[in-house]
């Protein structure tokens, strides 16, 4: 079992494209519940569903590393907005978690912090970068993004993105919550300095950010609530079809205050 002390938040990776032996995985879906089965096989593209048994048999052995409970043991129950947590009903573990997933990508965050928000994307893609921006993030961060140049604009979008998505999940309130209604600051270079405010009852100082390319072409952003001036140590792992873990060597991206990044 490993250990993940108070303060501590650990990212798990895992690359679909790693789990390619069917054999591997068919014997693995075993580990998923019935309503993950059942999902399972809506997918109509075979991609699509891989990237979901994936994501999910991440989740179930990812959980299992810091309890005794099989990971077909796991049960789950989600808030009015959809966010999962772990069913309280089938025992009091502290762990908090959050899944994500993107084309060729799977992380998830554990933390006995506090709630926690994970988000992951594919960059380097093209998109309105400015008209998405002026469409949905505050004035502050839409007036930052179109200083840039177009190719710098292109790269620092997806930050934004991916903070934003990361802290709405961490709240647990989905898209219904208003994503102007914060604003994120990425100062100096890589890694940058991640500031942040918003319009909540929570004091801002409470949340805990760090911006991570676990491959190139890649952005995950993390967010934990964590007690005011009190740091957290973050660490990332990859899942490898073996059952067996090896440690991130992603590129630092951005921290905001109180996060140490442990390689």
């Given at each position: 079992m490993l250990d993940l002390p108070n303060g501590g938040v650990h990212l798990w990776?895992?690359?679909?494209?790693?789990w390619e032996d069917p054999t591997l995985i068919e014997s693995a879906c075993h580990l998923l519940g019935d309503e993950e089965m059942t999902r399972r096989e809506r997918f109509h593209f075979p991609e699509h569903r891989h990237l979901y048994q994936v994501s999910h048999l991440l989740l179930r052995t990812t959980l299992s590393r810091y309890s005794d409970l099989l990971p077909k043991s796991w049960r789950f129950i989600n808030n009015d907005h959809g966010k999962p947590r772990l069913d309280p009903d089938a025992g009091p573990i502290p762990l908090c978690f959050s899944l994500s997933h993107t084309k060729g990508l799977a992380v998830v965050g554990v933390t006995r912090e506090g709630e926690i928000g994970v988000d992951v994307e594919r960059?380097?893609?093209?998109?309105h970068a400015a008209e998405l921006s002026r469409r949905f993030f505050s004035p502050e961060e839409t007036e930052a993004l179109e200083k840039l140049p177009p190719g710098r604009l292109q790269a620092q979008f997806p930050l934004y993105w991916t903070l934003k998505e990361a802290y709405i999940k961490a709240l647990g309130r989905g898209l219904s919550h208003p994503l102007d209604s914060f604003s994120f600051r990425l100062t100096g270079?890589?890694?940058h300095r991640i500031g942040f405010s918003a319009q909540e009852p929570q004091d801002p100082e409470m949340w805990r950010f760090a911006l991570i390319a676990p491959r190139p072409q890649s952005v995950a952003a993390v967010c934990v609530a964590s007690a005011k001036n009190k740091a957290i140590e973050l660490s990332g792992y990859i899942?490898?079809?073996?059952?067996?873990?090896?440690?991130l060597n992603g590129a630092l991206l951005g921290l905001s205050a109180g996060v140490v990044y442990q390689r």
């Open positions: 990776f895992a690359f679909p494209d790693e960059a380097g893609r093209s998109v270079e890589r890694p899942a490898l079809p073996s059952g067996e873990m090896a440690p």
